[in-house]
């Protein structure tokens, strides 16, 4: 009894509950957005292309809204977050991305409490986006591992690796 009781501890930290180890599938791979070309990236161009690097947690998915653009109707999606740390860049706390219209139906479901590993761009208006329609965004699951969202042979390398060593190798591509 004591071995398991040692692993949970070490697991969970102590801090609670054990947790359970985590894998990919435990995260939705997301699909691709309709009839819009979107070219894979890599972790170093997320890195290069974000102005904000942020680890944060899902407040709440917050109402659609359509604007009117080139007199069309687009529904836009919005996602209010909490920052719990920032590895490049500056961003409030409690911050909200917008989701293009071309990828609303294929993002996370971004349940409050999820954690994600954010890389964001900010447009003239002062709205973040994410710099990849949809994969640069990155699962962190209870077990401090992180997954990315989209399944490319690139990110995949990355796909169960603790939240440290992800951090450390968003680092070494700030260099």
């Known amino acids: 009894m004591l071995p398991l009781v040692v692993g949970a501890c070490l697991l969970a930290g102590c801090a609670g509950a054990p ?34 690097i942020v680890e ?18 687009v529904v836009f999606g919005f996602v209010r977050f909490e920052a719990t740390s920032t590895l490049k860049g500056h961003i409030s706390r409690e911050f909200t991305i917008t989701i ?14 999820d954690k994600f590993m954010l890389f964001l ?12 329609l949809q994969d640069a965004y990155w699962y962190i699951a209870a077990d401090n591992k992180v997954y990315p969202a989209v399944l ?10 603790s939240l440290s060593g992800f951090k450390q190798a968003i680092s070494a591509a700030m260099r």
């Open 56 to 73: 944060a947690t899902v407040v709440d998915w917050l109402p659609y809204e359509t604007r009117t653009i080139s007199g069309s109707g």
């Open 19 to 52: 947790v359970e180890a985590s894998a990919q599938s435990d995260y939705p791979i997301l699909c691709a957005p309709f009839n819009v070309l979107s070219l894979a990236q890599t972790l170093e161009e997320q890195v290069a292309a974000a102005s904000v």
């Open 121 to 132: 761009v900010q447009d003239d208006t002062g709205e973040w986006y994410s710099v990849g």
């Open 100 to 113: 293009a219209s071309a990828v609303v139906h294929c993002t996370p479901n971004f349940a409050p409490g």
């Open 152 to 161: 490319t042979d690139e990110l995949m390398r990355y796909s169960g690796t």
